[in-house]
């Protein structure tokens, strides 16, 4: 008789949806999010090809004047990295303190789609808040044990 193999305890529903969506906001920032002069442009291609793209400058002008390509980036920089931190902290960390990652990504894409007019020009921008606002509530709600099994007496 073979005995079944369990997942750790600390291996939740809440926690395994926090990887799938913290992936899925990273090839967000892959898909194309800007029109300048008919091409589209993922936010990748600044973040990554900063330099190769000297229209971007033209069109981050358009939002204001005083806006620079680096400044643009921030946010979708300290996005993914909170990501990849929200993807590590799933797997290291064995308690719900996990769940400061997911948090601070959902911060950060709240807080930078909001504030950067630049982002709010793209497609779809409210696509990219999605993923991390719905990661930091079911965080919070694994935090708080709302999906806790009531033992039974």
């Known amino acids: 008789m073979s005995k079944k193999k369990q997942l750790p305890h600390y291996v939740t529903i809440p926690r395994l949806s926090c990887l799938v969506l913290s992936i899925v906001t990273v ?81 950060v894409a709240v807080g930078g789609f909001l504030w950067k007019a630049e982002l709010r020009g793209g497609n779809l921008w409210f696509l990219h808040i999605l993923p991390p606002v719905i990661m930091c509530a079911l965080a919070l709600l694994d935090a708080f044990k709302v999906f806790d099994k009531k033992e039974a007496k």
Do not use: H, R
């Open 27 to 107: 090839v967000l920032q892959c898909v194309p999010f800007w029109n300048i002069d008919g091409k589209m442009y993922s936010i990748a291609d600044l973040v990554l090809f900063i330099y190769k793209y000297p229209e971007f400058n033209a069109f981050l002008k358009s939002f204001n004047p005083t806006n620079s390509v680096n400044q643009a980036i921030v946010i979708p920089v300290f996005l993914f990295i909170s990501c990849f931190a929200t993807f590590l902290a799933v797997f290291m960390s064995k308690t719900k303190g996990y769940a400061i990652a997911p948090t601070i990504a959902a911060i």
